[in-house]
């Protein structure tokens, strides 16, 4: 016989969620007045009136493909506003998520170097402040995120004051400032702007982002006193991405719980 003590129904329910509410997400397609034309944004967020934090959420050289849109919507059900733009509005008709194949990767390499500096940061200031304006936003409460370039964006977005939390996965250029159409994008150098948080997350497979590129990174960032912590997998690129034979299911289901709990804390 199960005494009351054993009997499940019997127990304290506990949440596993702050708040204890269910998370259901809404989604929907934006098109923002940007320099260069219409950027169009894919905005997940968690419905209800309440407020939450925000994050702009920079893709890959791929655009808005099926595992970009997921990321964004896992991210929202955990209490998030997330806003992805379209990063390469100026040159592909909206609505183009660009192929995981060598012809899309020839192309999606193309569009960043056909793109400057000046107006990946542009289009990352107006991703910022229609986040801020969205009625499910916290006031003062922003963060940044992105995979590989969106990486880099991301770290460039957090050179903007009101950018509270930044979680760059796996982002490319970043110790070499390689980005767009300029030789040199000098986000490294000017890292002492950065106000908020940092979270970078590496493969220690990845050819892109090797351990000296690694370390200079960390190392540049402590002498310019920025606050940011680091988390590597035993994993190569874009062992996030839930297509292709690099997808890392465990590293990435760790690496995404890091970024959540980073939020959490830093939002």
């Known amino acids: 016989m199960i005494g009351a003590a054993d009997d499940p129904s019997a127990r304290p329910r506990v949440d596993a969620r702050p708040g204890g509410a269910d998370m259901i997400v809404t989604t929907k397609y934006e098109d923002l007045a940007a320099s260069g ?6 905005v997940a967020a968690p419905a209800g009136d309440a407020k939450h934090p925000g994050v702009v959420f920079f893709s890959d050289i791929f655009q808005l493909t099926g595992p970009m849109l997921r990321a964004c919507v ?3 059900g955990y209490g998030f506003v997330v806003a992805a733009p379209e990063i390469y509005h100026r040159l592909e008709p909206p609505g183009s998520p ?4 060598d012809a899309g990767r020839t192309r999606g390499l193309a569009d960043a170097e056909k ?7 542009a289009d990352g200031r107006t991703a910022l402040d229609a986040l801020a304006r969205h009625p499910s936003v916290a006031a003062g409460r922003i963060g940044a ?3 590989c370039i969106g990486g880099h964006l991301a770290f460039r977005a957090a050179l903007q004051p009101d950018v509270k939390a930044t979680v760059c996965f796996y982002g490319t250029g970043i110790h070499n400032g390689r980005l767009g159409s300029d030789a040199d994008a000098g986000s490294l150098q000017r890292a002492g702007e950065i106000r908020g948080e940092l979270l970078l997350v590496w493969g220690t497979r990845d050819p892109h982002a090797p351990e000296d590129a690694r370390l200079s990174i960390a190392r540049a960032l402590r002498e310019q006193r920025v606050s ?3 988390r590597f997998y035993p994993a190569e690129h874009a062992f996030m991405r839930d297509e292709g034979p690099r997808f890392d299911p ?3 289901d760790s690496a995404f719980a890091e970024a959540v709990a980073f939020y959490r804390r830093a939002l």
């Not at 034309?37 to 894919?42: L, Y």
């Not at 660009?98 to 194949?101: E, K, R, S």
């Open 37 to 42: 034309g219409r950027m169009r944004t894919f």
């Open 74 to 76: 896992r991210l929202a």
């Open 250 to 252: 465990e590293a990435a």
């Open 228 to 230: 940011f912590s680091e």
């Open 98 to 101: 660009i192929p995981f194949d």
């Open 115 to 121: 793109t400057a500096v000046a107006e990946f940061d």
């Open 145 to 147: 995120a992105g995979f």
